[in-house]
C-alpha cells in the first residue's frame, strides 16, 4: 500500500508540474471565463447559459488532459526507459500500474476542482443560487473523466502507439455517447448478426449518457437513484479496463 | 558462492506485422555463473545481446528457453529485486523532480528503512547534496549520471548490474566511476557489467564473458590478461571477427 501511494503522489506531482497541465488550465479558465459572454447575449437565460458553458468546458478540457497524459502514462515511461528503474525494484506492476493511474487521475482531479471554483465564482456573482446539483453534476463529469482516462491506457498499453491508442478512445467515447442508440438500432434489427454485433458494441462501449447530469438538471424526482446507478457503473467499467490492463501489463516486456 | 547463474538461456523476439510473425535471436544458450564479490564484465559489439542478457536476469524480458537465478532465486522475485541495484545505459529520469524526490521514490519502491536519511547520504555520497532540490530537467549529462549511480546504490544492494556504466562520459567521469566500481568490490558488493570499452574491463574487472552473435564465445579471466596489457582486446577481436552484421567502413 506504501508503495502504490509513493507513486500515486510522484505521478501526481509530476503532471501538476507538467507546463501542458499548466496550459490546459489555463484553456479551461479562459473558456469558463468567455461563458460570460455568452450569458451576456443570452438574455433571460443567462445564468443556464453559464452553467452549462462553465460545466462543458470544464469537463472537455478535463477530458483533453486524462487522454493525452493517460495514453502516454505507460507508453513514455517505456520509450524513455524511466520505467526499467521501478520494475527492477520490488514493485509489483499491478501496484506500479495503479499507482500511476491514480495519480494521474487526482492531478486531473485538481485541475477540474481550480476551473469549478472560477467557474462558481463566476455564477455566484450572477446571483446564481447554490444546488447540490451542481457538485453532483461535477462528481459524474469526473467519473467520466475516470472512464475515458481508463480507456486510453488500456488501449495505450494494447496498441504500443500513442496516435492509434487516442484514435481509439475518442472513437469510444463518440459511440458511449450513442450507446443508447446503438442498443435501440440492435433491439430493432432483424438480422442476428447485426443484433449480435450491435448488443456487443453497446456492451463494449461506455454508456455516457450516465455521466451527464448537465442534460438532465430541470428533470425532477429522478436524481437519487440515477446518480446512484451511473456512480457504480462507472466504478465497475474502470475497474473492468483496469483489470485488462493489469493483465495486458503482467505479459509485456520491455 | 555463485550469486548469479544462467543455464541455457535463450531469447527469440518475436514481432509480429501485419500477419506475418518475425523472429529475431536475442541471445541463445548462454550459460554463466557469477561469483560473489567479483567484478564480471559481459563483453560483445553493439547489438551482441548484453542488453538483452542483463534484461533478462532483471524480469524485464522473458526467457524463450532456458534460466536464470540470483542468489538461487528466480530472477524477478521481489525479495530478490531488493537486493539488486541497476543502472540502464542511458538513464532518464522523471524531469519534473528533483534530485532529492526521485531518490526518496526509489527509496521508497526499495523498502528503504529512514529515507530522509539514507538520501541525504547518498546525496552527500555522489557530491549532489547542494543541488538536492534542483529539478532533474536543470541537470547536466554528468549530474544526471550521478542520480543514476544513487538511485542503484540507495537501498545498499548486494548486487550491482550496471549496463554500459561509462558509455558517455567524459575522462574524467570515466576515472571516478572506475574508483567507485572498485570501492563497491572492496565492501564486498558483486558488480555485473557490459560494456564495449576493453580498455576499462581490463583495469577493473575480476573475468570478462565475451558475447558475439547472441552466443557466448569465450569466458576470460583475470589471469589471461593481467601481465599483458592490451591482451584482452587481442582475445575480444580474435572471438568476435567477423561477428558484427554490419558491412566494413571502406576507408
Known amino acids: ?254 | 558462492m555463485t550469486v548469479i547463474e544462467t543455464t541455457n538461456l535463450t531469447k527469440i523476439y518475436k514481432r509480429s506485422h501485419l500477419g506475418k510473425v518475425y523472429l529475431t535471436t536475442g541471445i541463445t544458450g548462454v550459460s554463466f555463473s557469477v561469483n560473489r564479490g567479483e567484478i564480471f564484465a559481459l563483453l560483445g559489439l553493439n547489438g551482441s545481446g548484453k542488453t538483452t542478457t542483463i534484461k533478462l536476469l532483471l524480469g524485464l524480458l522473458k526467457p524463450s528457453s532456458g534460466e536464470s537465478l540470483i542468489l538461487g532465486e528466480r530472477t524477478h522475485s521481489a525479495k530478490v529485486l531488493k537486493k539488486i541495484g541497476f543502472m540502464p545505459e542511458v538513464p532518464y529520469f522523471y524531469p519534473y523532480l528533483t534530485g532529492s524526490e526521485i531518490l526518496h521514490f526509489y527509496a521508497r519502491m526499495s523498502e528503504v528503512d529512514d529515507v530522509g536519511r539514507r538520501v541525504d547520504k547518498i546525496l552527500d555520497l555522489v557530491g549532489l547534496f547542494e543541488r538536492r532540490n534542483k529539478r532533474l530537467s536543470e541537470f547536466s549529462k554528468g549530474m544526471l549520471q550521478r542520480i543514476a549511480i544513487a538511485q542503484s546504490l540507495i537501498h545498499d544492494p548486494e548486487i550491482l548490474i550496471y549496463d554500459e556504466p561509462i558509455s558517455g562520459l567524459d575522462p574524467l567521469a570515466i576515472s571516478e566511476m572506475r574508483g567507485l566500481l572498485l570501492k563497491l568490490k572492496s565492501e564486498g558488493k558483486t558488480i555485473f557489467m557490459s560494456s564495449h570499452f576493453i580498455s576499462e574491463v581490463e583495469k577493473v574487472s575480476d573475468r570478462a564473458a565475451i558475447l558475439a552473435r547472441g552466443s557466448l564465445a569465450r569466458i576470460v579471466e583475470h589471469g589471461a590478461w593481467a601481465d599483458r596489457e592490451g591482451e584482452l582486446e587481442r582475445i575480444f577481436i580474435k572471438e568476435v571477427e567477423g561477428a558484427s552484421e554490419l558491412g566494413k567502413i571502406k576507408i
Open chain 1, 1 to 254: 500500500m506504501k508503495k502504490l501511494i509513493s507513486v500515486a503522489y510522484y505521478t501526481f506531482v509530476e503532471n501538476i508540474r507538467n507546463k501542458i497541465f499548466y496550459v490546459i488550465l489555463l484553456f479551461g479558465i479562459v473558456i469558463t471565463t468567455a461563458s460570460l459572454l455568452m450569458a451576456a447575449i443570452s438574455g433571460q437565460q443567462n445564468l443556464r447559459v453559464l452553467l452549462d458553458f462553465g460545466l462543458g468546458s470544464i469537463e472537455f478540457f478535463a477530458l483533453l488532459t486524462v487522454g493525452f497524459a493517460a495514453v502516454t502514462l505507460i507508453l513514455e515511461e517505456i520509450q524513455s526507459k524511466t520505467i526499467y528503474l521501478v520494475l527492477t525494484r520490488p514493485v509489483s506492476r499491478s501496484t506500479y500500474l495503479c499507482g500511476r493511474f491514480i495519480g494521474l487521475l487526482l492531478a486531473v482531479f485538481c485541475g477540474m476542482a481550480v476551473m469549478a471554483m472560477i467557474h462558481l465564482l463566476i455564477l455566484f456573482l450572477n446571483e446564481w443560487h447554490f444546488t447540490l446539483r451542481y457538485l453532483l453534476a461535477l462528481g459524474l463529469s469526473g467519473e467520466k473523466i475516470m472512464v475515458v482516462g481508463a480507456l486510453a491506457l488500456f488501449f495505450s498499453l494494447f496498441s504500443s502507439s500513442a496516435v492509434s491508442s487516442i484514435s481509439f478512445t475518442v472513437f469510444f467515447w463518440i459511440l458511449g455517447h450513442f450507446s443508447q442508440e446503438i442498443n435501440f438500432l440492435a433491439n430493432r434489427s432483424k438480422g442476428v448478426a447485426t443484433k449480435v454485433v450491435g448488443k456487443m458494441i453497446y456492451y463494449a462501449v461506455p454508456n455516457m449518457q450516465y455521466f451527464n447530469l448537465k442534460d438532465f438538471w430541470d428533470v425532477p424526482n429522478f436524481l437519487g437513484r440515477w446518480v446512484a446507478v451511473s456512480f457504480i457503473y462507472g466504478i465497475f467499467y474502470t475497474a473492468f479496463c483496469m483489470l485488462l490492463c493489469l493483465w495486458l501489463m503482467r505479459y509485456k516486456e520491455f
